[in-house]
């Protein structure tokens, strides 16, 4: 067992009030195996994955933060579907999963095999659709989708499985030692935590001040239980084409669509982007949210794009930021048991009077397309932002080799005509 660090801790305990499962979608053509026995083989290499063998193990008291225990994959943890179905209700049968978060003590991860698919984008016969569903815990975008790379390219061969076979004297023993371990690092790990928020106190007069946010949409809503999932799925040229990374076309795509949808066109609008940090990674999830500005009140769009681009890379060099390392370091050291007090005295009731961004857009590149299910090459990859109390609407970019796949996450109490904001994102991105 290995302790879990504190941003990994923090996204588990916060999936406790605002499931936060990420579900990585990779649409195959179809191979000549039955999905049966794809499944089957990915079931194999699953116990060749060292990160598909752990999951969360509680500490008693929460006196410090959880634990990855080693564990075999269960026999259902890859799960078929074999009814012939259309892209729609592959879509429809994945916002049911949403629906059904894992519990990560369990399982950290389950994969769910669809097939035969027809009607996918961009695919002119059957396909394969493998969605695995993972607890964020287990890693971020970057993280999650190295995980799952390392999984369909390990050999399919049969691993002497680890022993599951745990007597309740030894269950005892460990969470008496976890325990111990707990109340004995709370009091260095709170003087260390108290003097890092001194630091932070003294560098926070001469820190630039943050963007002040946004007024909330009515976008900005609880979504309720119900999600509905959209998806266009275009080659890297074609959004490339004037020069602009994939997230910067997006963005500009998406400050058209956006306030045409809202029908507000005089004021302010931003989004929240994924920042992935730089540096070696001290946790799973090594990342960040940061405000991006849209600059709607720009009538040309070329140069809309490139003010864009310019507020995405000021974000990331914010990172360096003395005053965001330190608070960093001062989130590591905190003590578990507070840690997890201030998750759960976040207030998710109360309406926000700001918004980071009005929407949420995560940004993750998967690598070369040099993956295949049993010889099925990989068509596209998509993924879906989970949503909040304060975001009705999120969008995910994810690209594998040449094709970029855009996500849309909404719920209908939201956005009950979501085609229509489908529509005009599509026609931003293809003009």
Do not use: K
């Not at 050999?155 to 707990?182: K, N, Y």
């Not at 509905?228 to 084409?241: N, Q």
């Not at 994939?246 to 609008?269: D, K, M, Q």
């Not at 994810?398 to 229509?420: K, N, Q, Y």
């Amino acid at each position: 067992m290995h302790r879990m660090a504190a941003a990994d801790a923090a996204s588990y305990w916060m999936s406790r009030r605002i499931p936060n499962d990420q579900l990585l979608v990779y649409c195959f053509a179809a191979p000549s195996s039955s999905v049966e026995d794809c499944a089957a083989r990915l079931w194999l290499r699953a116990a060749l994955v060292d990160d598909l063998c752990l999951r969360i193990r509680d500490v008693p008291g929460t006196v410090d933060r959880p634990y990855w225990e080693s564990v075999s994959p269960a026999d259902d943890q890859v799960r078929v579907d074999s009814t012939r179905r259309t892209w729609s209700s592959c879509l429809a049968e994945i916002t049911g999963l949403i629906a059904r978060p894992l519990d990560p003590t369990r399982a950290a991860w389950r994969a769910h095999l669809f097939g035969p698919v027809v009607d996918a984008p961009g695919a002119a016969g059957d396909v394969y659709v493998v969605v695995v569903q993972m607890c964020h815990a287990l890693g971020d975008g970057r993280r999650a989708s190295e995980i799952v790379r390392e999984w369909f390219t390990a050999p399919a061969t049969l691993r002497r499985p680890a022993s599951t076979v745990r007597s309740s004297g030894r269950e005892l023993l460990v969470d008496a030692g976890t325990f111990l371990g707990g109340v004995l690092r709370f009091p260095g790990e709170f003087v260390t935590t108290a003097r890092r928020g001194f630091r932070v106190a003294r560098l926070a007069p001469a820190s630039a001040p943050g963007p002040s946010g946004y007024p909330p949409t009515r976008l900005n809503t609880p979504p309720g239980p119900r999600r509905t999932l959209r998806v266009l799925v275009f080659d890297r040229d074609h959004l490339t084409r004037r020069g602009q990374p994939v997230t910067v076309a997006v963005l500009a795509a998406i400050s058209a669509a956006l306030p045409e949808y809202l029908g507000e066109n005089g004021r302010r609008f931003g989004v929240e982007l994924t920042i992935g940090r730089t540096g070696e990674p001290q946790a799973r999830n090594h990342f960040r949210n940061a405000a991006v500005d849209l600059h709607v009140d720009v009538d040309d769009l070329v140069e809309r794009a490139r003010l864009i681009g310019a507020e995405v890379a000021a974000a990331r060099a914010a990172e360096a930021d003395p005053v965001r390392l330190a608070q960093c370091r001062a989130s590591e050291s905190t003590p578990a048991i507070l840690a997890r007090w201030g998750i759960g005295a976040v207030d998710l009731e109360t309406p926000p009077e700001t918004v980071t961004g009005v929407t949420v857009v995560s940004s993750v590149d998967r690598g070369a397309a040099d993956i295949d299910l049993d010889g099925g090459e990989i068509l596209f990859t998509t993924g879906f932002p989970a949503l909040s109390p304060a975001q009705g609407l999120t969008h995910g970019v994810h690209g594998i080799g040449d094709r970029i796949a855009l996500s849309v996450i909404t719920s209908p109490e939201v956005m009950g005509d979501v085609d229509r904001y489908v529509e005009l994102l599509g026609g931003a991105l293809s003009g």
